[in-house]
């Protein structure tokens, strides 16, 4: 059967970075599509009407949303290569509850920085460094969060780096002096072609956001 | 190998009730602890550090944490009966997207009514009730979300049916004149052993609510 598989996604997503690595690593080929999410696609409103957010993967008609459950669906359907979870359920759980600290702590910290004003940067500021700082602990000397693979939590939390450069010059402060490993652990990401071609500019974020922050009066 | 199972609890978390209907679904044996949320013990504290929440499941001293991971951990490795996800990867995905639903949207919505000050009462109310509404066009004609047999969102709702009669009485609304299928599948649910022996009784949430909302000044 001939196979459809739409990624309905924004570049600068962090959420949609993961989907298209997680393609990336099984080798699945399919159409990207870029949402203006100013302006959102019909297809997306239908696709996902609970949140109408992106990314939403077009599996032959049906919708896949929310960027956890994407890279879940991609790794139960092509199981063939590039197992992203663990094989253990104990160590499955681990790996889950670690991707729910990046959306809960990462997540909502970074919003805060970059969408939110200014007077809440210093504790959004700490509250991000501070998860970093428990993911770091996490990470430990393993090469990957997946231990020697590179693995679900990776692809949860690389994206984020992207925006770094962003939340360093609006707070004033340097991940890498936080988090000397964790940055350690980017740059040997950042040489799986999975990831580099997959991950938006870090400048590209930062025009992104410094025009958005101007039209929303936020500074 | 002598299975060691304990359950960190509180007997009227929404949350705890989760992973209790599962265990029973699973006739599970294990040690139910229940914790005092006022002065968490010491065990508590030190298996669940990052969040400090039941419930906790310790599997042969090793810990499991947030409730529909619990879950998903008690399918993948008891999977000799009572199946809780489906099988395939496009429905195990739906009913992960439903019960992140459940979670985003009804959970937060309660937690602003029983724990909110009464002028958030009405957009919490709303809020609550159109999820529920949405969830009701979900289940369809369905006797369970989980279709002929009781799974994953149906474990992920049900618990949340004993804080509505306190949701009844606070709001000044009934979920049945707005969802009556809602509540014909509540009455299903509570048909299943697994589910009666685990839900906490609905006088008793009220009779917490209204001391926490008294001692909290919230009325």
Same mark, same amino acid.
Do not use: E, F, T, V
């Given at each position: 059967m001939a196979e459809e598989l739409i990624l309905l996604d924004e570049w600068l997503s962090m959420y949609g970075m993961r989907a298209r690595i997680a393609l990336a690593e099984k080798e699945i080929k399919y159409e990207y599509r870029e949402e203006d999410l100013t302006n959102k696609s019909q297809l997306l409103l239908q696709m996902? #009407? @609970? !949140?109408?957010? @992106? #990314?939403v993967l077009i599996h032959n008609g049906k919708p896949i949303c929310e960027s956890a459950i994407i890279v879940e669906y991609i790794d139960e359907l092509w199981? !063939?290569? &590039? %197992? +992203? +979870? #663990?094989?253990h359920p104990y160590h499955i759980a681990q790996a889950r509850f670690w991707a729910d600290f990046v959306n809960k702590k990462v997540g909502d910290a970074s919003g805060r920085i970059w &969408? =939110?004003?200014? *007077? =809440?940067f210093e504790a959004a500021k700490s509250e991000l460094v501070e998860s970093l700082k428990e993911l770091e602990k996490v990470l430990g *000397?393993? %090469?990957?969060f997946g231990g020697d693979t590179f693995g679900y939590v990776d692809i949860a939390l690389i994206p984020f780096y992207t925006w770094f450069y962003t939340f360093e010059v609006l707070g004033n402060f340097k991940v890498e002096a936080e988090c000397p490993k964790l940055i350690e652990w980017v740059k040997r990401c950042k040489q799986r072609e999975s990831v580099s071609k997959s991950l938006a500019g870090e400048k590209e974020v930062y025009e992104f956001v410094v025009h958005y922050r101007n039209t929303h009066h936020l500074d």
């Open positions: 996902n #009407p @609970i !949140h109408k957010k @992106i #990314p199981n !063939h290569k &590039a %197992p +992203l +979870l #663990p094989s &969408a =939110g004003k200014r *007077d =809440g *000397d393993k %090469p990957y």
